[in-house]
């Protein structure tokens, strides 16, 4: 069962490339699911896998359900994500699958999460082998993009070609791997500050998603100060001339363009406010159902959007208890040890900074297996994982 999990989820790898949609700026290109497309598969091949993943980790958890323990924790505040979910497709009036599914691609991965737990309790080995595997197979896949696929664009340029689900997806199963390795090299600090730099301007150069480049920089930050007394030294340091740094920013940026610098997200926020003052008590409780974020603004005219804030679509179309709920699983995750770690405290922060600043890892599922394969992969190799659950 173990490696059936891990074989649909090279199949969803593998046809992700079919979910990709061009954009305005690329339409005079013939999408990739047409040319390269011989067997004919449907754009949503992906979707459908989930059917059979998600029932097949359930069916592992329960069958090694002794093993599970503490991981109980987090897969029973999905299923308040479910009944949440519920209450609000009767409120609305909505479909009961759409309502369920920012759930489900919120509690997917983290099932996943879990199977890779239990089955290193089971065997007594780590997933570094899988880990591997996985991140030759997303490389060979980008390679291939980057030889065949169209190309994207992002912020006013071309950008190199993508593999997974597209620009944004792309990029996170790409930071998220790097991280992987980057981990798996630490005890080669010259190799993984190397890899982490090339890494690092591969995401910048390639394709420029600024929240990415956030969430993978954070981790860099922490590593660097985890591995180097000369790092912890130099932050010491720069810790003395932040006020001074600060009392300059708001000299100078006084009159910036921030809303021009967020790509259009404060007007955005300005009129979800707006949609916000008119809701009422049952609306702040289970929101008003799944689209009703999708909205057009002066600065995205051409089609309908969300919020590009995940935090503030949850309270739109799900309500403040749904919010809180998502945050607090998260949270859940640093407490399965005896002692939270560092280096897992920032990956779960910077999961919950790619929702904050735009549409992160919480609602592409695509990129939270990668991610949360290499969480599970710190966690296991983490001396307080054993004492706690042992």
């Not at 059917?51 to 999905?78: A, D, E, H, N, S």
């Not at 879990?114 to 089971?122: D, E, I, P, S």
């Not at 051409?302 to 935090?311: A, L, P, R, V």
Request: hydrophobic letters at 50%; proline letters at 3%; one cysteine or more.
């Amino acid at each position: 069962m173990f490696y059936g999990i891990l074989s649909l989820l090279v199949i969803k790898l593998l046809f992700s490339y079919l979910n990709e949609e061009l954009a305005w700026w690329t339409r005079h290109f013939t999408p990739n699911y047409i040319k390269y497309n011989p067997l004919g598969m449907p754009v949503n091949t992906t979707e459908y896998v989930e059917y059979l993943l998600i029932p097949l980790m359930f069916i592992y958890l329960t069958v090694y359900f002794r093993k599970v323990g503490i991981l109980l924790i987090p897969i029973f505040i999905t299923f308040i994500l479910y009944i949440l979910n519920l209450f609000t497709a009767f409120y609305t009036s909505s479909e009961l699958l759409d309502s369920l599914k920012y759930a489900l691609k919120i509690s997917t991965p983290i099932y996943f999460f879990c199977v890779l737990v239990v089955h290193t309790k089971l065997t007594g080995k780590s997933i570094k082998n899988e880990l591997v595997i996985f991140v030759a197979i997303c490389a060979f896949l980008s390679v291939i993009a980057l030889l065949l696929f169209n190309p994207t664009f992002n912020r006013g340029s071309f950008r190199w070609p993508v593999f997974f689900s597209g620009l944004h997806t792309h990029n996170y199963v790409l930071a998220a791997l790097f991280v992987g390795v980057s981990y798996m090299l630490k005890n080669k600090k010259w190799y993984m500050y190397s890899f982490m730099l090339a890494s690092f301007l591969f995401l910048i150069i390639g394709y420029n998603v600024r929240t990415v480049i956030v969430f993978y920089f954070l981790f860099i930050v922490v590593m660097l100060y985890l591995t180097s007394g000369f790092f912890r030294y130099l932050y010491a340091k720069a810790l003395l001339f932040i006020p001074f740094v600060l009392g300059l920013a708001l000299i100078y940026l006084r009159d910036f363009d921030w809303n021009r610098f967020s790509s259009g997200r404060l007007t955005m926020y300005e009129e979800k406010l707006d949609i916000l003052e008119d809701y009422g008590f049952k609306d702040y409780l289970l929101g008003r159902g799944w689209g009703s974020d999708l909205i057009k603004t002066k600065e995205w005219w051409w089609e309908k959007k969300g919020s590009h804030n995940d935090f503030l679509t949850y309270v739109v179309e799900n309500g403040i208890p749904f919010m809180i709920v998502f945050t607090l699983l998260l949270l859940s995750l640093l407490f399965l040890s005896k002692r939270v770690s560092m280096i897992l405290a920032t990956l779960i922060i910077g999961y919950l900074l790619t929702s904050l600043l735009s549409n992160g890892f919480a609602v592409r599922p695509q990129a939270a297996y990668m991610f949360f394969m290499v969480f599970a992969y710190i966690y296991s190799n983490n001396k307080s994982y054993i004492t706690k659950n042992e």
